[in-house]
């Protein structure tokens, strides 16, 4: 694993943050996870306390998503030794794969099947902290289906890496991509909404982006560049 590595990875959770299905809900999930409304975090009353409380809880909701995504990170990687023999076939398959994900993304390649849409229904955050982590673990089940081009494209390379470790930090990588806007958000939530709105007109543009981002994994997976 090297830099080129590990960036391709920090990218591609910024540019999970910033796609069209997870963006629009991200202050959403930020105001859930610290158990607030957004009156609450609008108050100057007590400004300080509330935004304190929600960074801490976004802290802890972005550990449990990350769990996930490195988790996944170390078995993509310990399957792929344990297939050692048909690592060839596996990069192969996978970079075809991811092509035909990225354009799928682009609306160039239509798809039908991947068009299913995931709805978790939460009523009551559980207490503390804990509950944040484990409301973090919750949703990164539900943006799987969602994420899962851009994900799978760093699972791909995961699944070539040498080492679980390698893999692990490979998925650590992109998770700090993800989690770090998202913390961002949480610190400067009213300045966020404003540039999330204005940002509405761009979708397109950034489907495009992902999209041309995991075909271009695909193909340094065929070319066994990874």
């Known amino acids: 694993m090297n830099f080129f590595s590990l960036f391709l990875a920090f ?7 910033f796609s069209p299905c997870v963006l629009p809900l991200i202050p959403s999930y930020i105001l859930y996870a610290a158990g607030i409304t957004f009156k609450d975090f609008s108050e100057r009353s007590n400004a300080i306390q509330v935004r304190k409380q929600t960074i801490i809880h976004s802290l802890f909701f972005v550990l449990g998503f990350s769990l996930i995504f490195v988790s996944l990170g170390a078995a993509v990687t310990l399957i792929g030794q344990f297939v ?3 690592r060839e076939i596996i990069r192969i398959l996978g970079g075809i794969v991811l092509i035909l994900l990225g354009l799928y993304i682009m609306d160039i390649l239509k798809l039908p099947f991947l068009n299913v849409e995931a709805k978790m229904r939460l009523d009551n955050k559980p207490a503390g902290y804990l509950g944040s982590f484990l409301v973090g673990i919750t949703f990164a089940a539900a943006w799987v289906p969602c994420v899962g081009p851009i994900l799978g494209s760093i699972l791909v390379m995961a699944s070539v890496e040498k080492t679980v470790l390698a893999g692990i930090i490979l998925l650590a990588a992109y998770s700090l991509g993800l989690g770090l806007p998202f913390l961002l958000t949480a610190l400067f939530l009213n300045s966020a909404l404003v540039y999330f709105k204005g940002l509405s007109k761009y979708m397109h543009a950034i489907k495009v982006i992902s999209g041309i981002f995991v075909v271009i994994i695909g193909i340094l997976a065929l070319r066994g560049s990874l």
Do not use: K
């Not at 990218?11 to 943050?17: K, S």
């Open 84 to 86: 050692f023999g048909f």
């Open 11 to 17: 990218g591609a959770g910024v540019l999970t943050f």
